[in-house]
């Protein structure tokens, strides 16, 4: 079990020129944010703390209730008002883990957008029979539902941040969040780094479409890139769009020549030797096969 952390900041607001005789304005501190990566246990998924001068934003939630404790004593720590808490898609990996941070912070609002909400709802039960059996009572037997985000953005103080929805990923419905103090942009699930993509739930032309949304985050030109899960030893920039975005491409390019789900995975592996999380791309190739 390991944690890693990444904290970058950036000034939000430039000096305001004025006579050197003028009282000084004050200017809120510069925004700073944290990685949080779970354990492998945890898919090794991204938990992204936003803290301003007295209030912070997160975004997703974790997957165990282990990795939520530890990301819940992260946040304690920093002494900050946690006022919200994102949602970036529907897979349990980024929201079971709620039900701690709910229990730790109740006044923070839990939101996402208005789709994830709904494939929440139809499919937590599901989800819960398909991960319990594997965790026990090392994930919540009661995920919470976020409630519905009212528009598109999330606010921090004195900045915004705009949510893109409805976008093609490891799942159809996934968003992302650019914080434009820091040219960040938080990806959810339509990012990875260093760790196998989850294709399971896509088709190779859904796998277009997220080299698409790909292609749209890359145009922001971001400095800084998170991805939704991720080796902890990664940085969190713009080359993990082209290492999610190469992968896509070569893993269509194979599919149709492999003859079973282990040569599939053997030429998968041969290319990308040093990606972590095998496991998932063992689950996609034995349901190609």
Request: net charge negative; with cysteine; hydrophobic share 40%.
């Amino acid at each position: 079990m390991f944690l890693a952390i990444g904290l970058i900041s950036s000034s939000t607001l430039q000096a305001c020129k004025s006579d050197d005789n003028d009282p000084k304005p004050h200017e809120p501190a510069p925004l700073q944010l944290q990685v949080i990566t779970a354990s492998p246990e945890g898919f090794q998924v991204n938990s992204t703390l936003i803290t301003g001068e007295k209030d912070a934003v997160l975004i997703d939630a974790q997957f165990t209730i282990s990795d939520a404790d530890k990301l819940v004593k992260i946040i304690q720590d920093t002494k900050k008002n946690l006022t919200t808490i994102y949602i970036t898609h529907s897979h349990a990996d980024h929201y079971f883990g709620l039900v701690q941070l709910k229990k730790a912070f109740p006044n923070a609002k839990i939101v996402a957008l208005a789709a994830t909400v709904a494939d929440i709802q139809k499919k937590w039960k599901d989800q819960l029979a398909q991960w319990q059996p594997l965790f026990g009572d090392g994930i919540t037997a009661n995920p919470i539902i976020p409630d519905v985000l009212t528009g598109t953005t999330l606010t921090l103080e004195n900045e915004t941040f705009q949510i893109t929805g409805g976008l093609q990923g490891d799942e159809a419905g996934n968003s992302y969040v650019w914080i434009p103090s820091l040219k960040a942009v938080v990806c959810g699930d339509t990012n990875y780094n260093g760790v196998f993509p989850w294709t399971i739930e896509t088709t190779p032309e859904q796998r277009k479409g997220w080299i698409s949304t790909i292609n749209t985050i890359a145009a922001l030109k971001p400095a800084l890139v998170v991805a939704g899960h991720k080796n902890p030893t990664a940085k969190d920039d713009a080359a993990s769009l082209d290492l999610t975005k190469g992968y896509l491409a070569f893993y269509d390019s194979v599919l149709p020549t492999a003859t079973s789900s282990a040569d599939f995975q053997t030429k998968i592996k041969a290319q990308y030797p040093n990606l972590q999380l095998p496991i998932i791309l063992q689950l996609a190739a034995d349901a190609a096969f």
